[in-house]
């Protein structure tokens, strides 16, 4: 009988240029699977460009602040705090903050570089 479970213990690490640490744990580069579930460190100073992405996000933050620009409007989430953006919405993420911001990220359906639509700067 096959196990009805799978631990993950080695997450794929993203190569990313800009110093962010992303430690997927399921999506299209692990475990294929519906979602992805990544584990993430931004720096302090770390931005992304505008995008619109074709999946919904979910973000968890476990320490630190992560800014959001969401068609207009700018938040800034805490500690404890987390966000639903859904599939369609024009957003750029960032952390102008002085401490990094470890986070927790789920798309649905996964995160693929294809359905990002990142904005060229």
């Known amino acids: 009988m096959s196990k009805k479970y799978f631990i993950q213990k080695k997450p794929f690490i993203v190569p990313t240029t800009d110093g962010k640490l992303i430690e997927e744990h ?16 931004a720096p302090p100073g770390w931005s992304e460009p505008f995008q619109t992405p074709e999946f919904d ?19 800034v989430l805490e500690t404890g705090q987390s966000i639903k953006i859904l599939k ?12 990094a911001c470890e986070y927790l990220s789920v798309c649905s359906p996964a ?3 294809d359905l990002v639509h990142r904005e060229e700067e």
């Not at 369609?88 to 401490?99: C, L, V, W």
Request: aromatic content about 14%.
């Open 88 to 99: 369609g919405t024009r957003i750029r993420y960032s952390n102008p903050f002085k401490e």
């Open 57 to 75: 996000e979910y973000t968890y933050i476990i320490k630190g602040k992560k800014q959001f620009e969401i068609e207009g409007e700018t938040i």
């Open 26 to 41: 399921f999506g299209n580069t692990t475990i294929k699977s519906e979602l992805s579930i990544a584990h993430m460190v």
């Open 111 to 113: 995160f693929s570089i």
